[in-house]
């Protein structure tokens, strides 16, 4: 092997250690205190019974294969109960949990309109590597209220 081809494979490697310093120690060293307690004790983990479930999601990152399933019950248009499960990432659990925290006791339209943006603040911010993880809550979340308010307009209250 020449010593020009050599010093060509040294330097992918020194931009691949790099890489993975940036992928592999940021998440566990750079998650604060609030967003490792919704990792290690999520809230709102669970499911809800068909006959108390108003709104269903699920939905995928297809950019990490993660997944996560979203329940909801309303009463008088308001959030009242909501369980999550979540095959995911320490960041995705966390901001799924807090996105359930947000959720519980809003409206409808009120849910709605939270964004991954106000549960990153509500966790007191996320690594930027890991800000798409807060995609997974929010999405879903929106995606039962879009199942609960299609039900209604299908067989109304
Ligand atoms: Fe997949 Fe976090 S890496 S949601």
């Known amino acids: 092997m020449s010593k020009q081809k050599d010093n060509t494979l040294n330097s992918q490697a020194d931009d691949s250690d790099n890489e993975q310093h940036d992928t592999v120690d940021a998440p ?11 990792f290690t004790n999520p809230h ?29 019950k309303v009463e008088d248009n308001t959030i009242t109960d909501i369980r999550f499960k979540s095959f995911g990432c320490p960041g995705a659990i966390a901001t799924s949990s807090m996105a359930t ?52 307009m299908i067989e109304p209250e």
Request: aromatic share 4%.
């Open 28 to 38: 566990v060293l750079f998650y604060n205190d609030i967003v490792i307690e919704h």
């Open 44 to 72: 709102n983990v669970g499911e809800l019974l068909p006959d108390e479930t108003d709104g269903f999601a699920l939905v995928g990152d297809p950019t990490c294969g993660d997944q996560m399933k979203l329940w909801i």
């Open 101 to 152: 925290d947000l959720a519980i006791g809003r409206t409808l339209e009120d849910a709605a309109s939270l964004t991954d943006d106000d549960v990153i603040k509500a966790l007191g911010g996320i690594p930027e590597n890991k800000r798409h993880c807060s995609l997974l809550g929010i999405t879903a979340l929106q995606q039962a209220i879009n199942d609960c308010l299609l039900k209604r």
